[in-house]
């Protein structure tokens, strides 16, 4: 992890981080109302809770995040609407034209105290004003909508239903530890369904449910007898992350206590490029949340860059600067001038014996592209040379080169927020719920929101079969018979007319279009021809081709490990050949 | 050859009538008779049931209650049973069935007695007619939503029809949850072809081409008739790729519910259609623009799909013209509880409730006065005899504090403690609450506890209690929480002194 930026620090842009409630809606329109007698314009199909957000005007809530949709269950953000009946709830209410909402009435008060009232009776003792009380929304919602007292209590001789009683209660269920990362305590929970939510929504791994019903509701992790270790969970921390109450909590933070500050960085372990906030108390790491203006992750992590920040404070970490004249020598610490003199005065002596071009630098793929930017600066302009490369430009100097050739430059052709565009997604040789967990989810929500996907891949990846995602087609083809595929593919394409040739012959050389389309048309490259070669059934091919053809808007992802070979070069050119002869590039959603 | 009818329906069978049925099959062996035995549905009479009757020239004449021990002489024309024409029965002859004119008349599964008492003249009807004149015939008619809360079926089906999509979906609400009514379960016994033709029907009127009707899993008998009658349909190019051989594709199925009262909820039951947990979903958005597998669907209790045939076959203005106020037509009520006379009886809207309840019912069973009336299932409010003039209606018995429900009437007599009943609504919404909405969830809960103090004499339950009612009624998000408080604050309104109980007196 390395700092980014603090924003709203040193000239950074401030970042509003206010909830509001309920995720943005897309739209030409735009709907005027009144909140609270201020005038608020919001676009078509926002919620009544969001644009009072929008307009400054915090409704309570408990249940509602703008990550989420609505789900209307906490009825704390009830509001009155003139000219409607009853309270409807601002969350699932979308605005229309000419509204006029009151978030706070007297009737709106006694409801929203009668509500919290109802959840503090079934709440530990010591979870609202004792020392369970960790400032979660549940217990400041409490203060805001000023609960005083809870009036329930149990008929004499009788007790109150409870699930926060521990002794002598069929409805108690102990704490769930066995997640290392968080503890789940159900008598804290009030069934907001967030975590649920959370783990449908937007990690898609639909590890949680909600058990028994009325009274008995209950969060569990996995089937009956399950807990959260044994159940599906990958331990994203999605469901800790929405959790309005203690119920799920980072158990750093039960031990150290709540973080005083915090500081955006980037999460460094894999290229997705998720970006954290990383809580603090002092210079010790409380915990690291994932930043909800982070571009790639928007808001979403996986258990890596979440969890696994141990090596932040690992007894074997270098935290000093240390010297040794030779290499038989013992390490020395040293201050950061002696060791900078020693350095420079060092790589500058080499360059005085052995010439200019005798050094250079090379950059850990696990670097981000402004520290491999700086050390490239500098062997240029200190060292004077150009011996510099970094390990991501080695594994994908196949996709550099094919990009290059196709495109003229070798630059990923979209950024992440394209897959909620995405159409059609083929996946050749990478495995995203494991080697990119975050983009992983983000591509099985478009999936389950009707994407199609096309798997080209030997092994049978998690994504070809997981909850509530299919495959359309798994081309399970022979190691080393890509680029045969997807000429094979390029084939169908041309050769039954699916390609686009307005798109084309706005975008490519015709003439040289009408060279790779005669290549690619010789009944050798034919599905039928290859299948005894790569393996991939003639038919399942062609069904795959024709659905990347005329599917919607394609989008490829591909794996650096599959093009470490010539053919990888090929394949490459031969992929992005085909998705330009069907105009798949450059657009929302392609690419 | 003569015809002798047992009914098949559920509540006659749980009276006796397979051992009755039984009983025929014997006698007409034994005496060689030229006669064959139909189970046909129930005429509603369920104090006289298992009522059988005989067909003579004359018309049908009825025997009941029956047991099978009285079956040869009813053969013999000696039996004290006898009870007359059957439609000269005080209660079936005042009636006027429309939707429930079939029930009891035939036999529930021939296609051909449905069609030759005036079945699949509607959907015939529906056929001839274009599409706007189909929404226009059902809205015209004033036809509201029977399942109780009583929204416009036209304007539904204008909202789902005119809603573009590639597929929409005609659910049938027949998970009859209710306390106290029957009258879904009667008719899908009874006569299963006008549920599937009303389907069809508003299938056709709203570009629907795919049916469900719910069922709960506790009507084994209506699954099971329902399954046999749609097949049969399909059978005979009824349902299928065109509807009666010449309209649009429409096809149908049952769907088990799995015992869940709030599956009746239509939102719960969406979910629970589509393979999910039976919670409600917020409105909007209305199912009616993205309900089941999030297309347009019509949602609609059995009651109100069964009453279109009769408007599509006879015109708006026919149906139109029984009622009263803003309540049109019809409406199946069932009568049960402490009364003589319990059972389905369909009357125009109209009526009072002390109407019902004397004259229809005949009083209570146990000839005890009347103390209080629920109307409109658990989560319908209590009626004092003070209240008895409220003519029913929708907007007549939300005036007086309550509502019709699904037109279930159950009464009780002056044994009847309302801090108890008051207790029931409380433990009955704790025990079917979905546990999605907080309210209802725990409201429910503490209810039950809160009047258990009350019943202690505890002085400061009741202020709770009203504001707990108060809490739920405006704060739920569905009607289970929201109306959970009818019954409990009408039984505190009206009889407050069930509720004045002393620490002393509880003790």
Redesign the interface.
């Known amino acids: 992890m390395k700092d980014f930026v603090i924003p709203g620090h040193d000239g950074a842009p401030a970042f509003d981080d206010r909830d509001l409630g309920t995720p943005a809606r897309r739209s030409n329109r735009t709907v005027t109302l009144t909140i609270d007698g201020f005038a608020v314009t919001v676009p078509e199909g926002t919620s009544v809770m969001r644009a009072a957000a929008l307009a400054g005007i915090e409704i309570p809530k408990l249940c509602a995040t703008d990550s989420l949709e609505?789900?209307?269950?906490?009825?704390l953000c009830?509001v009155e609407i003139e000219g409607r009946r009853?309270?409807p709830?601002s969350?699932?209410?979308?605005v229309a034209e000419g509204m006029v909402v009151h978030t706070q009435t007297d009737?709106l008060r006694?409801?929203r105290r009668?509500?919290m009232e109802?959840?503090a009776?079934?709440q530990p003792q010591q979870g609202l004003a004792g020392p369970m009380n960790r400032g979660t929304p549940l217990q400041r919602m409490a203060a805001v909508v000023g609960l005083n007292a809870v009036?329930?209590?149990?008929?004499?001789g009788?007790r109150?239903?409870s699930h926060a009683e521990p002794a002598d209660n069929p409805r108690f269920r102990p704490v769930d530890a066995s997640n290392p990362y968080f503890a789940y305590d159900p008598a804290q929970c009030?069934?907001c369904?967030l975590c649920v939510r959370a783990c449908d929504e937007i990690q898609g791994t639909f590890a949680l449910?909600?058990e028994?019903?009325?009274?008995?509701?209950r969060m569990r992790p996995g089937m009956a007898g399950e807990d959260y270790l044994s159940s599906d969970c990958v331990s994203c921390g999605a469901c800790v992350q929405v959790c309005p109450t203690g119920s799920l909590m980072e158990k750093s933070v039960i031990e150290l206590g709540l973080p005083t500050r915090s500081v955006v960085t980037t999460c460094a372990y894999c290229g997705v490029g998720c970006q954290f906030e990383a809580e603090a108390q002092g210079d010790t790491v409380v915990r690291m949340v994932p930043w909800k203006h982070g571009k790639a992750n928007r808001g979403h992590s996986c258990v890596k860059g979440r969890f696994a920040w141990g090596y932040a404070t690992h007894r074997d970490r270098i935290l000093e600067p240390m010297i040794r004249e030779s290499i038989d020598e013992p390490w020395r610490v040293v201050g950061w001038d002696e060791a900078i003199t020693f350095a420079a005065t060092r790589l500058r002596a080499i360059q005085a014996r052995h010439g200019r071009h005798s050094i250079g630098g090379i950059t850990s793929s696990r670097c981000t592209n402004e520290e491999t930017y700086l050390v490239q600066k500098l062997i240029r302009s200190v060292f004077g040379n150009n011996n510099t490369d970094t390990c991501a430009r080695v594994c994908h100097s196949p996709t550099g080169y094919g990009l290059r050739q196709t495109f003229g430059t070798s630059a990923g052709t979209q950024d992440f927020d394209s897959v909620e565009h995405t159409d059609v997604a083929v996946i050749i040789g990478a495995n995203p719920t494991d080697g990119h967990p975050v983009f992983a989810s983000r591509l099985k929500r478009r999936l389950r929101q009707g994407a199609r996907l096309i798997v080209i891949d030997p092994r049978r990846i998690d994504l070809v079969r997981s909850p509530h995602v299919e495959a359309a087609y798994h081309l399970a083809l022979r190691p080393g018979t890509n680029v045969a595929v997807l000429t094979a593919m390029a084939h169908v394409i041309v050769t039954e007319g699916l390609h686009d040739e307005r798109f084309i012959r706005e975008r490519c050389d015709w003439e040289e279009f009408q060279h790779y389309a005669e290549f690619v048309s010789d009944p050798r490259h034919s599905p039928e021809a290859t299948e005894a070669l790569t393996g991939v059934p003639a038919a399942d091919l062609r069904a795959a081709a024709r659905l990347y053809a005329t599917g919607g808007n394609g989008g490829d992802l591909l794996r650096p490990r599959r093009d470490r070979t010539f053919p990888g070069i090929d394949h490459r050119h031969g992929h992005r050949q085909s998705g330009h002869a069907d105009g798949q590039y450059r657009r929302p959603g392609w690419g | 050859m003569m015809r002798i009818f047992v009914p098949r329906d559920a509540a006659a069978r749980a009276l006796g009538a397979d051992a009755v049925a039984a009983a025929v099959l014997r006698e007409i062996a034994a005496r060689g008779l030229d006669a064959t035995l139909v189970r046909n549905g129930s005429r509603g009479m369920v104090w006289l049931e298992p009522l059988v009757e005989i067909e003579t020239p004359q018309g049908r004449t009825a025997f009941g209650p029956c047991a099978p021990a009285d079956i040869p002489a009813i053969l013999d024309g000696q039996s004290d049973k006898a009870l007359g024409p059957v439609e000269a029965i005080p209660f079936f002859a005042r009636q006027t069935r429309l939707t429930f004119a079939r029930v009891g008349l035939t036999d529930p599964l021939s296609l051909a007695e449905y069609e030759a008492h005036g079945g699949l003249a509607g959907l015939r009807a529906a056929l001839a007619m274009t599409p706007e004149e189909r929404i226009a015939t059902v809205r015209d008619s004033g036809l509201r939503g029977r399942g109780g809360a009583g929204f416009p079926t036209g304007i539904k089906w204008a909202t789902v029809a005119q809603a573009p999509a590639p597929q929409k979906y005609v659910v049938c609400n027949a998970d009859e949850g209710d306390s106290g009514t029957f009258a879904d379960r009667m008719l899908m016994e009874g006569d299963p072809f006008c549920l599937i033709e009303g389907m069809a029907i508003c299938g056709l009127s709203v570009g629907a081409t795919k049916g469900y009707v719910y069922i709960r899993s506790e009507y084994p008998d209506a699954i099971a008739v329902m399954e046999e009658a749609i097949r049969i349909a399909r059978a005979a190019g009824l349902l299928g790729p065109a509807l009666l051989g010449q309209g649009p594709a429409f096809d149908m199925e049952v769907r088990v519910g799995a015992g869940?009262y709030?599956c009746g909820e239509e939102t719960s039951l969406l979910n629970s259609l589509e393979g999910r947990?039976?919670?409600v979903r917020?409105?909007?958005p209305l199912p009616a623009l993205e309900g089941l597998f999030g297309r347009p669907t019509v949602v609609n209790n059995v009651l109100s799909l069964a009453a279109v045939p009769w408007i599509m076959a006879h015109g708006a203005a026919a149906y139109r013209d029984y009622g009263l106020g803003r309540s049109r037509g019809t409406i199946p009520l069932q009568i049960a509880g402490n009364v003589k006379r319990g059972g389905l009886c369909e009357v125009a809207f109209g009526l009072s409730l002390g109407e019902i309840v004397h004259d229809i019912a005949g009083g209570t069973a146990s000839g005890r006065p009347v103390k209080a009336v629920q109307v409109g299932g658990p989560l319908g409010a209590y009626f004092p005899p003070s209240l008895f003039d409220t003519p029913f209606g929708y907007e007549e018995f939300d005036g007086a504090g309550g509502l019709i429900g699904h037109a279930g009437i159950v009464v009780f007599d002056d044994s009847v403690d309302m801090l108890e009943q008051a207790r029931f609504a409380m433990e009955f919404c704790?025990?079917?609450?979905?546990?999605?909405?907080?309210?209802?969830?725990?409201?429910?809960?503490?209810g039950m506890?809160?009047i258990?103090?009350i019943?202690?004499g505890?002085p400061?339950a009741l202020p709770?209690l009203t504001?707990?009612c108060?809490?739920m009624k405006?704060?739920?998000?569905c009607a289970l929480g929201g109306f959970t408080p009818y019954p409990v604050l009408s039984a505190l309104t009206h009889w407050p002194e069930d509720f004045a109980r002393t620490r002393r007196a509880a003790a």
Request: glycine fraction near 12%.
């Open positions: 609505a789900w209307g269950s906490c009825r009830l009853g309270t709830a969350c699932t209410t979308p009737t006694r409801l009668g509500v109802l959840y009776s079934d009036r329930y209590k149990a008929p004499e009788g109150m239903a009030i069934v369904n449910t909600i028994g019903r009325g009274f008995e509701s | 869940a709030v947990r039976g919670v917020a409105k909007p704790a025990v079917e609450s979905c546990g999605k909405c907080t309210p209802c969830r725990i409201g429910a809960v503490r506890e809160t258990d103090r019943a202690q505890d400061e709770l504001d707990l108060e809490t405006l704060g739920s998000l």
